[in-house]
Each structure stands twice: as C-alpha cells, then as structure tokens.
C-alpha cells in the first residue's frame, strides 16, 4: 500500500526524523492561509501516488501567499501527468505546502528488503533528486548499500561509513548517524516494503532534511497495523483494483488487450512474460491464489470484462489447492451469468484436470482448450489481435 507524502512526513515526524515545516491545503485559499503562517516563501507540492511531480509541473515555488494560491487554483482539481502516471495522469485533490530551505547538496536515502540477502538493506548516494533506477543503470558505483544484520539492527559503524561515503563531514554524520536509524525504525515498525527520501538535503548552515518521504507498506502485514490502513487514499486507485481487493484477489491493471487469470504470483509472471513472447501484451496482473472459490471466480472474471481493452482472456491454472474442476465450474457460471463475448483460452493442469476438461466441455460455452503454456499463449495472442 501506498501513502501519500504528507502521511509519510507525519510518521517521520513521530520518529524523529528533521522535517520542513509545512501543512495540508485541499483549496488555493488554504494554501495562502498555510503559506502566510510560514512566512510567505514556500513550495508548493501536489500530493498524489507517483513519482517525477516536478517534471509534470506539481511541485511549485512561490514567494508570497497570493502566488501560492495562483499554484494552488492551477494545480487541484486537475490532471498530473508525470512518467508514473500513464497519460492519464492523477487528479490532484490535495496539497502539501512547506516552507523554503536553502539547499547546500542533495542525497539520496533507502530502505528495502534485498530478498537475495534476506535482510533489510540501506541505500545511499550522492545523486539525490535523481530517478535512483537511473542512477543504479548508468553509475551503481554510485550507490552505496549496508546490510542489516536484523539480529543486531543497523550499527553505528554502518550508520557512519554511509555517511562518510555521501562525503559527510563533523557534526553531519552524527546527524546521518540519527537520521538513518530513525528511518530504520520507521522500516521496521510499519513493516515497510520501502522507505525512500530524495531528497536528503543538507541546508546551508549544515542540518539534514527530510525533503521528501515515500513509504510503501507490506499489505500481508495490515492487519498488524489498523492506524495505517486509515492512510489508504482509494482516489489514487484504480477502481478494477480497489473491487479486486474486497475479494482477496491480487490484481494490477496493465496496458495491454490480453486478460489473465492465474493462481500463483510465479505463474503470473511467467503467463505475462509468454504472452510478450507470442507478440501480445497483458492487459493485467490477476492471481486468484491457491484456493480461490467459485465466487471469487466469478469475481474475477467479472473485474476481467470490465477492462474495455480486454479482447481475449488466458486461464492458466496449475490445479493444487485450486482443484481443475473447481476451477471450471466457477469460469462455466461466470461466463453464463456474464453473457461472456471475448473469447477464452484456458491452460490446465493439475488436481482433477481432466475432469475439469470436461465441465468445459460440456457447457457447450466457446472456450478454446491449450495443450501447455506455449500453445495457450499463441492462442490467446492471435484470438485478441481477430477483429472484434
């Protein structure tokens, strides 16, 4: 789950990481109020789920009250097109108003869990404000990283290699040294996925700011955590995945025409990368998990069809938990009761697969049965391409 980043400031807050001061405004009105209380030069930043807002035009400095509620009036209510955001953009419906600081460097700060290593592991480097994936393409001799031993937590002397490696010097690594551990607490008591700042600033007369704050939340691990499912803002979601959720199905919208229904997120991925292969492109990311019921089935079929630019679905299903026939049944009841129109093609394998084979076959409904992975996908690619 993602938050926005004033909710991130907030629990930075509450953990001791430095913060600019700032405030939320939801009208251009608000906004000069807020920028009045910090004495008139302030940034005024869209608060929305994606990245590269500067680069779209939603992060704004103004000198006076009257300019901030300028860039208010242009920014809320409307469309942010940044390189996260698809074409479509974001509706902005929320700013986050902060004062001015003046920046000496710009760092950059991360936690994630290195599933290799089995540990959290802390990233830093000099070129903050930069797309990090850019920087680790073209220069990773840039990015410095320390392993967490979880036994023990991040040493001091972890804490202060980083800092001496950002080129830190006196009493800036002592702060890097505070700042790091904050930001390991906050990792590890949110059970976080990511915690990111870029930019980590060092101001002119030498303290370090927290200038921006993502964090990403382990959703298998909310329900430990009931204040930061309060966080979840549904209008930056897309509503395919919001209905997805209140079944327990995982799924992600994509931006291609092929449909996909898998259970298990390894297959998935593997369903996905041979539908590239064959030459089409996956219109999503749908894992109905090992024992999805009929009900959930049907569920996902119906959030499938409700994707317009789906023109083929692919079924591929290893029967384990999830017997074939189950699997059948619910796929014969969702297109009888959908009134199903694109076409089908279901891989299975598995539990009961031949009977699973047949309840296809006897519903006497237009699915095309693969043979393995590979004919599923050329199938299904050829059947989505077939003018409608």
């Known amino acids: 789950m993602k938050i926005h980043e004033y909710q991130a400031k907030q629990i930075f807050a509450r953990t001791g990481v430095p913060i600019p001061r700032g405030e939320v405004a939801a009208t251009p009105q608000e906004a000069a109020a807020v920028a009045a209380r910090l004495g008139g030069e302030v940034v005024v930043k869209a608060q929305i789920h994606a990245g590269g807002r500067g680069k779209g035009g939603g992060i704004r400095k103004a000198a006076t009250p009257p300019e901030a509620e300028k860039h208010a009036a242009d920014i809320l209510g409307k469309p942010l097109v940044t390189p996260q955001t698809g074409p479509r953009g974001r509706i902005v419906q929320r700013l986050l108003v902060e004062e001015t600081l003046a920046i000496a460097r710009e760092l950059y700060l991360g936690l994630v869990v290195d ?66 551990a904050s930001l390991y607490r906050v990792f590890l008591e949110t059970d976080a996925s990511l915690v990111e700042v870029n930019p980590c600033i060092v101001t002119r007369d030498g303290r370090l700011v927290a200038l921006d704050a993502k964090i990403n939340f382990d959703d298998n691990a909310l329900f430990r955590h009931p204040e930061l499912r309060e966080l979840r803002d549904l209008d930056e979601e897309e509503p395919l995945e919001i209905e997805a959720s209140k079944h327990a199905l995982n799924y992600n919208k994509l931006d291609g025409n092929v449909g996909c229904m898998v259970n298990g997120a390894g297959l998935a991925m593997s369903t996905m990368d041979i539908i590239q292969l064959a030459g089409g492109r996956p219109a999503n990311f749908l894992d109905v998990g090992g024992g999805a019921s009929a009900e959930q089935i049907r569920e996902a079929f119906k959030i499938l069809v409700a994707d317009k630019s789906v023109r083929a679905v692919l079924i591929n299903i290893f029967g384990g938990i999830l017997r074939c026939d189950r699997l059948a049944t619910g796929v014969v009841e969702a297109a009888r009761e959908l009134h199903l129109s694109v076409p089908i093609v279901v891989r299975m394998e598995g539990t009961n697969v031949k009977k699973g084979r047949e309840i296809l076959r006897k519903s006497d409904l237009n699915f095309t049965v693969a043979a393995d992975m590979k004919d599923a996908a050329d199938k299904v690619v050829r059947l989505a391409r077939t003018p409608a």
């Open 115 to 180: 599933r290799a290593l089995a540990r959290v592991v802390v990233m830093a480097s000099t070129a903050g404000g930069m797309d990090i994936e850019e920087v680790a393409r073209e220069k990773p001799e840039a990015i410095l990283k320390a392993a967490v031993d979880p036994g023990t937590g991040l040493s001091s002397f972890q804490a202060r290699k980083l800092a001496f490696g950002l080129g830190l010097e006196g009493n800036e690594v002592a702060q890097a040294g505070k700042l790091l």
